[in-house]
């Protein structure tokens, strides 16, 4: 997998990806990651990239030639045209689903705005994807472009050690990771949940997929819909509402 940044900031995003896990990915050799400096494609001696909106208002916008060279030059250098994902607060909201679909792709470019914005014309004519990370706004494209990097790359094949883990966690069927436990076995006066103590693998899995729909239901409900659960998980979930509904009745009475 083969990420491009086209950035104005590329000390800022290797600075970041360079480090844990995905520095180590790129060592391997699994990832590799560029930070195409926007700068570099500047039409004027001063190294310009931006200038005032037409018909007026605050800030400066990214012109679009740089944007637009900097792209081509790459797509000289690999000899096809990858995807461009526009990280803007206005596109998709980013999510675990979306981070699968990327990740099947050999070769991404992650297009990071600053000031008011890049020119319209650019993004017409690269522009693939548009992705946020939320609602809310950064003062740049370089941090959601690092969030998605290191999402899509725990999903490369070899780079998480434990294979497993990349679909255990949250979000696996919908349903948050259940909590973990490691020594001392008495913190503090609490102690390991006994059952973990047990080595007895079929109550401890069972334990931790009613631990995950507990912990789903308190906070992210809005999950459940789409978890596959068993006949008997399902249950597990109606006595948990049941008990719910049954504390907001004896809070009214109070
Ligand atoms: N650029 C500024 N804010 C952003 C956000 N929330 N997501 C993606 N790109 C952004």
């Not at 548009?130 to 999402?151: H, K, N, W």
Request: with cysteine; aromatic share 6%; charged share 30%.
């Amino acid at each position: 997998m083969n990420f491009h940044i086209l950035t104005l900031f590329p000390e800022m995003v290797m600075g970041g990806l360079n480090t844990s896990i995905t520095g180590r990915a790129m060592e391997k050799g699994l990832i590799s990651v560029e930070a195409i400096n926007i700068r570099d494609y500047s039409h004027d001696k001063h190294r310009h990239v931006d200038d005032a909106p037409y018909g007026g208002g605050a800030g400066m916008v990214m012109q679009p030639g740089p944007v637009c060279e900097a792209y081509e030059d790459l797509c000289g250098r690999l000899g096809k045209k990858p995807r461009v994902i526009y990280m803007t607060p206005q596109g998709k909201v980013f999510n675990q689903k979306i981070a699968q679909e990327l990740a099947e792709e050999e070769d991404l470019v992650f297009l990071c705005g600053h000031y008011e914005g890049i020119d319209e014309r650019a993004l017409e004519l690269i522009c693939t994807d548009y992705l946020s990370i939320g609602d809310y706004v950064l003062t740049g494209g370089e941090l959601p472009a690092m969030v998605m990097i290191d999402c899509i790359s725990r999903l490369v094949p070899g780079v998480l050690n434990n294979e497993v883990s990349a679909e255990v966690e949250s979000f696996h069927d919908n349903l948050l990771e259940y909590p973990q436990y490691t020594r001392p076995e008495i913190f503090r006066d609490m102690a390991v949940p006994p059952v973990l103590l047990t080595g007895h693998h079929k109550n401890i899995e069972e334990w931790r997929r009613k631990q995950s729909i507990k912990r789903t239901l308190e906070r992210r409900p809005d999950l459940l819909e789409g978890a596959v659960l068993s006949k008997k998980e399902r249950k597990y979930l109606e006595e948990l509402l049941a008990e719910d509904s049954e504390t907001d009745r004896q809070e009214m009475k109070e």
